[in-house]
Structure formats: structure tokens, C-alpha cells
């Protein structure tokens, strides 16, 4: 078993296991926390379709309410982190050809091509 942090022939990198898990990690009890909210079983739960006076509230007192506001924005939040690391990583890929490229003069596009 590898423990690269690239994906590769060996399969899934570290990096790629990691925001896989802690998706899951979050993604997972928002159905807990999802299926707790509709205590009724009306099917309307406790947050949103309330409607009315006593709406909706994502840091009000109900605190599972809370937890499902905060895990529900964490998700995408790791996936716009991953798309960021994904991006940075291409611009230094990139800038580090250029630099290759047009400063030290050493040919390695070509090497590379």
C-alpha cells in the first residue's frame, strides 16, 4: 500500500482520499441530522417550511437546526477548496515551465514535449 499523495498507478493519492473522507464526513450526518428534524413525521421539519413567525433561524436556539445549517455549508466549502488547490497547483505547474522556459533557458518544454 502507497501512501503518495498523487493518484497514480497505485490508485488514490492522500490528498484525494482525505477531501473524499471529509466530504463524506460531513455529508453523512446531515442525514442524521435531517431525518431528527422531522420529529412529527408532518414531513415539513423544523426549519425552513415553517413559514410564518417562528421561521426559519440557522443560529437561533434550536440547535440541530444549527448543526444541519453549519454541516450543509461546509460541503461545498470543501469542494471550493479542493477546486482551489486543484487551480494553484496548475498555475505553479505552469509558472514553473515558464520560469524554466524563459529565464533559466534550460529547454525543458521541449524536453517535456
Known sequence: M????????HGY?????TL???VFATLAP???VGYLLDVDDGGRGRGRGRGGED??????????VTVH???GATVPLLQI???VVLHAAFAAHVGLVLKHQLV???????RML
Open 81 to 83: 477548496a479542493a477546486q
Open 55 to 64: 421561521g426559519y433561524e440557522p443560529f437561533g436556539d434550536d440547535a440541530l
Open 13 to 17: 493519492g492522500a490528498v484525494t482520499k
Open 30 to 32: 446531515q442525514f442524521a
Open 20 to 22: 473524499h473522507w471529509a
Open 69 to 71: 445549517v453549519v454541516l
Open 2 to 9: 502507497c501512501s503518495s499523495p498523487r493518484n497514480g498507478p
Open 104 to 110: 533559466d533557458r534550460d529547454h525543458l518544454l521541449g
